[in-house]
Nanobody, 124 residues
């Protein structure tokens, strides 16, 4: 499975950005998809996730209400709409997918597939 992420960039505080992450290859072998982020000097942290069906979503508390994750199963693509961005959202963002039927949780140690990191910089 390959994950191709696009989006990100530089934005002023209060602005918006949108990520997309397209899965290719053996997509039937993955279920939950989402994003993590890593700021300089900090550990990689969970941001948002969405189940294979799209019926279940989960968010980091600090992005709840500002970020929205969605999924187009026909295109094997997941989207992350980020609104009301804050300087503390500045980080490298990584798309990720968990292996289907895995007992692992959706965490940096639990996901099986990673996309290339994309920088998000929010200026104050």
């Amino acid at each position: 499975v390959q994950l191709q992420a696009s989006g990100g960039g530089l934005v002023q505080a209060g602005g918006s950005l949108r990520f997309s992450c397209a899965a290719s290859g053996r997509t039937s072998s993955i279920d939950t998809m989402g994003w993590f982020r890593q700021a300089p000097g900090k550990e990689r942290e969970f941001v948002a996730s969405i189940s294979r069906s799209g019926s279940t979503t989960d968010y980091l508390d600090s992005v709840q209400g500002r970020f929205t994750i969605s999924r187009d199963s026909a295109k094997n693509t997941v989207y992350l709409q980020m609104n009301s961005l804050k300087p503390e959202d500045t980080a490298v963002y990584y798309c990720a997918a968990r292996r289907r039927f895995s007992s692992a949780d959706f965490s940096p140690a639990g996901v099986a597939y990673w996309g290339k990191g994309t920088q998000v910089t929010v200026s104050s």
